[in-house]
């Protein structure tokens, strides 16, 4: 992100240093704090959060329910892409008009949430359960072999 401090021609050099160096980088227009992707990133665990602790679901399952929902159609676009192709020719707007009181209904039920002791207690014990005896160097491993498989296998189709 460049501001009236920033020269010409410095944010777009930046974008190519990255890029060349296989990096994908994106627009900040306007500063807030912390990065695009670790915002969106805090929002889904908040809600994961609050799942777990209104007893809707386990920590496994609702991380589950990310890798094995979600997450698979990120990897390949993202949310409002995604939105819009699923509801057929009307596009996004025809994807507002059908799910808008869904999507009230869900955002008004997300409640207010602070990660405090008690939640991180909580939170500590279903990992716990989840990592079943793994090492943290056992699931880093196997957090990086999956990437890496999932960014090799979509590689040659990834286009702009």
């Keep these: 992100m ?21 990096k994908v980088t994106i627009r ?6 912390g990065h695009v992707a670790n915002r969106l990133q805090a929002a889904v665990w908040r809600e994961a959060i609050h799942l777990v ?38 596009g996004l707007a025809a994807f507002c008009e059908r799910y808008t009181d869904s999507f009230n209904r869900w955002w008004d039920d ?3 949430l602070h990660l405090d002791p008690a939640v991180a207690d909580t939170l500590v014990a279903g990992v716990t359960l ?12 196997r957090r990086d072999a ?4 999932i ?6 189709l990834r286009g702009s």
């Excluded at 460049?2 to 296989?22: I, Q, S």
């Excluded at 990310?66 to 509801?87: C, D, I, V």
């Excluded at 989840?130 to 491993?141: K, V, Y």
Aim: overall charge negative; charged content about 20%; hydrophobic content about 45%.
């Design 2 to 22: 460049g501001n009236e401090r920033t020269a010409a021609g410095v944010v777009e050099a930046a974008e190519r240093f990255y890029a060349a160096v296989g």
């Design 28 to 33: 900040v227009n306007r500063e807030v704090p």
């Design 53 to 90: 602790k209104s007893g809707v679901a386990s920590v496994e399952d609702v991380d589950k329910a990310m890798w094995a929902g979600p997450s698979l159609r990120w990897a390949a676009m993202g949310p409002t892409m995604l939105f819009h192709l699923g509801a057929g020719d009307g």
């Design 110 to 112: 997300l409640g207010v």
């Design 130 to 141: 989840e990592a079943n005896g793994r090492s943290p160097a056992d699931l880093c491993a």
């Design 146 to 149: 999956l990437i890496a498989g």
């Design 151 to 156: 960014q090799k296998a979509i590689a040659p």
